[in-house]
Structure formats: C-alpha cells, structure tokens
C-alpha cells in the first residue's frame, strides 16, 4: 500500500524512501508536527528535528534500550537456547549499561585501534587490485562491503576468510530480517551459535590480548562478568561494526564519485580530511536505532504508550536547517558540525575511533589509486534502508 501522508502513515521500509528519506524527513521536519506517526510494522513514531533526538537520547529511563531494532523481535527469541543473550551495551540500559559499556570501551581507544591502520590500508589496497586494471569496479560490492567485516574479524580474534559468512548473518539481522522474523531469527542463532563455539575454544585455549579472552576474565564487583555478558558484546561487535561502516564507506564513495570538486579539494588539501569525513558522516548517516518507550508519556505533545516505539533518526537530525546552514549541501570545510551520526548521549557509538579509523583509510586508499571516477549508472544504484543506510551496489567506472 502506497504512502499517501507521512506524518501519519510514513514507511520506512519504502522503497522511495529506502532511496532518498530526506524529503519526506524534510516535509515532516517542516510540519506544524515534527513528530510522525505510523502504524506501519507494528507502530513507531519518527522525530525529525535535532533538538528532539537528542532530547529522546537523554532520557533514556522512559526510552529505554531494551529494543533498539526497528520491528519486534520475533517471539520465539524469547524460548531459544540464547534467550538471555542480548547485544550489551546497546541494549542495556542504566545500572547495568554502565558496566556493559565500561569493559569494552579500552578495545575502541585512539591508541589502540590504531594498530588496524596499516592492516586496513593494506586490505584496500588488495581489494583494488582485484578490479583496477579492469576500469571498472563495484565500489560498494567489491570494496565498502569488504573492509569492515575483515577488521572487525581481525578484532575477534576470528578467520578473515568467513567475511561472506558474517556479512550474511549481519545482513539477516539488520537487513531482511527486519521485515522477516524467520530469517532474523535464524542469522541470530548462526552468529550466537559461532560465537558460543568461540568462546568454548577461548575457555579451553585461553589466547594473549585476545578480546573474547579478556573479556571471559574480566570481573565486576570482584565477580567474573556473566558468560552471557561475553557473548551478547560478541554479538554486537559483528552486528553494529559491519554494515555500518559498510554503508558510511559505500555512501561516501557513490558522493565522491558525482562530486570531482570533492575529489579535487580533498587531493589539494591533505589537512581536510578529519573534517571532511565528520561531514560525510553527517550527511549519510547511516544508522537508526530505535527505543521502547517504558510508560505512557507525552513528548513533545504526542502521546506515547508504554510499549511503543521510537525512531532514533539520527540521519534526519543531521539535516536539520535549525542546527546546520544548508544541511542539504555537502560542505566538506564545515565548521559548526555536531552531528549525531554515532547517536548521542550514554549510547554514543563505543567504535567510532574504529569507524572513523576505517573510513579514512578507505576513503584516502581509493582516492590514491583511483583519483577520477564515476558512476556507470546512476539509476543501477541500490540502496539498503530501515535501519541502515547505504548502497549495496554502486558500479563506477574511471
Ligand atoms: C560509520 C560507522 C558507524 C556508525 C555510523 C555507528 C553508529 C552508531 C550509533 C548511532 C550508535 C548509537 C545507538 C543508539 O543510540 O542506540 C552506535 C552505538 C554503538 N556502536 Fe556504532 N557505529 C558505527 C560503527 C561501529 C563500529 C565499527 C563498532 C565496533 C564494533 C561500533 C560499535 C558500537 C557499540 C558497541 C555501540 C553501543 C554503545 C553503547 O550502547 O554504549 N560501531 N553506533
């Protein structure tokens, strides 16, 4: 069924609105309501301005992160074998959400994600060999799609060669999943059935600096952190570290190659790329996340009901005009950029060292050794929506 008014029936699954949700954000940032309804896939609300999506982030006791996918879990995920594993800290809220996050944050410090620097340039460098003597290449399939994945696994302490294996199960979850409980559930029980195995093999064969090792014998309050604990966090690194940067790295490339005055900045001005990519991330920002409201309470004047939920819009706080001058326009010398493309508040992305690290890295390789190029077909472009967004076929030729 087509949408016929956003403010109230607003679909993001949709297939226009997978391709380019800034207007319809844009015509319900606008309204005289700039908090949209839909009944659609079990009912969200949609704030679109910046002031209310940080505000949303803020009050985390009454939005809660007890789910932060976009649709409801299916509910067998509540009866299976891992009904108590769930993605800490994304999902945990205050107490515990403090600990949950605290353990994991060393792994995403400045120093030391940045021992993948050279492994990640080195890992582009071999994806572009693969298609650069061919002039054409597929900058989303070939390339974004296979760099996260390979450094994420590198984190876990797991085989590089499973990448297609992990990105199909990433992409169950947050992909088709979303709008397919069977085959969410299943990509579920693949990644925790893994990971199990993992951590089994890393009580047995306990590894040095190793992350599932450290964190087996991490304690809180003089007690070893819960099993569970370990196996949610496993969960999470591979579901919020892949298609993520996948579709940051994919979008900013399918930009870059409609924009050579981009190009050219970026090749005359070395010094602007730590504010290019914050502006890149601004305007493609990929992720969604989602909060379970915990009791009935009026936002903003719209009425919410415990149990309802709430799209944390990020991509559309980005292109507020009330907090960026032209936020449409891709400035890559953009000077007042608080973004909210890694979330805001105690939820913050833990791994933004990491995405930032990659982006960058992925972004200067392919301008070195493909300094021109261009889209083979502007309408062959796919792009993957809900909740997150980003290309997944992007042909350029050069
Ligand atoms: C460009 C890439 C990325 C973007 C845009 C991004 C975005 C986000 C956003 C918006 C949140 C907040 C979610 C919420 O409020 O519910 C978040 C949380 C998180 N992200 Fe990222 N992320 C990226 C890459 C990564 C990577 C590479 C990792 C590492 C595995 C990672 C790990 C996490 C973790 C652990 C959290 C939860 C933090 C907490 O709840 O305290 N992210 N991310």
Redesign the pocket.
């Known amino acids: 069924m087509s949408v016929t008014d956003p403010l109230t029936d607003y679909d993001i699954f949709d297939r226009d609105y997978v391709l380019d949700p800034f207007p319809v954000q844009e015509a319900i940032r606008e309204s005289g309501c700039p908090i949209a309804h839909t009944e659609r896939w079990g009912g969200s609300w949609l704030p679109t301005r910046y002031e209310d999506v940080v505000a949303l982030?803020q009050e985390y006791e009454t939005f809660t992160?007890r789910q932060?996918l976009v649709t409801a879990p299916p509910p067998q995920q509540a009866e299976g074998a891992y009904a108590g594993v769930a993605a800490?800290?994304?999902?945990?809220d205050p107490p515990e959400?403090h600990w949950?996050?605290r353990l994991?944050l060393p792994f995403?410090a400045p120093q030391a994600v940045a021992k993948y620097e050279e492994g990640t340039r080195d890992l582009c460098n071999q994806l572009i060999d693969r298609f650069v003597e061919s002039g054409e290449g597929d900058a989303a399939a070939d390339y974004a799609q296979q760099i996260?994945v390979r450094?994420?696994a590198t984190?876990l302490g797991v085989p590089t060669d499973l990448s297609d294996t992990f990105t199909g199960w990433v992409r169950g979850v947050l992909e088709a999943g979303l709008t397919d409980p069977k085959i969410r559930l299943e990509s579920r029980m693949k990644i925790l059935d893994y990971f199990k195995e993992q951590i089994e093999d890393r009580k047995a064969n306990p590894r040095e600096n190793d992350l599932i090792t450290t964190l087996l014998n991490s304690e809180v309050d003089g007690q070893k952190v819960p099993e569970e604990y370990v196996h949610g966090?496993c969960n999470?690194?591979?579901v919020?570290?892949?298609d993520?940067?996948w579709?940051?790295?994919g979008a900013s490339l399918w930009h870059l190659a409609q924009h050579p005055e981009h190009r050219r900045q970026l090749r005359e001005n070395p010094d602007l790329w730590p504010m290019a990519i914050e502006e890149l991330?601004r305007a493609y920002?990929?992720?969604?996340?989602?909060?379970l409201v915990d009791h009935d309470v009026e936002f903003q004047g719209c009425p919410m009901k415990a149990g309802d939920r709430v799209l944390?819009a990020?991509p559309a706080a980005n292109r507020d005009p009330r907090q960026f001058e032209n936020p449409d326009e891709v400035i890559l010398d953009r000077e007042h950029n608080r973004h909210?493309?890694?979330?805001?508040?105690?939820?913050?992305?833990?791994?933004?060292n990491?995405?930032?690290l990659?982006?960058r890295v992925a972004l200067q390789t392919w301008l070195a050794r493909i300094p021109e190029f261009e889209l083979v077909d502007p309408e062959s472009v796919t792009w993957a929506g809900g909740q997150v967004r980003g290309p997944r076929i992007c042909k350029v030729r050069f």
């Open positions: 982030a992160s932060i800490p800290p994304i999902s945990s959400h949950h996050r994991i995403f996260p450094v994420i984190m966090v999470l690194m591979l919020a570290g892949v993520t940067t579709s940051a790295i991330l920002a990929p992720v969604t996340m989602a909060r944390m990020f909210v493309a890694f979330g805001a508040g105690i939820h913050r992305c833990a791994g933004s990491l995405a930032r990659e982006l």
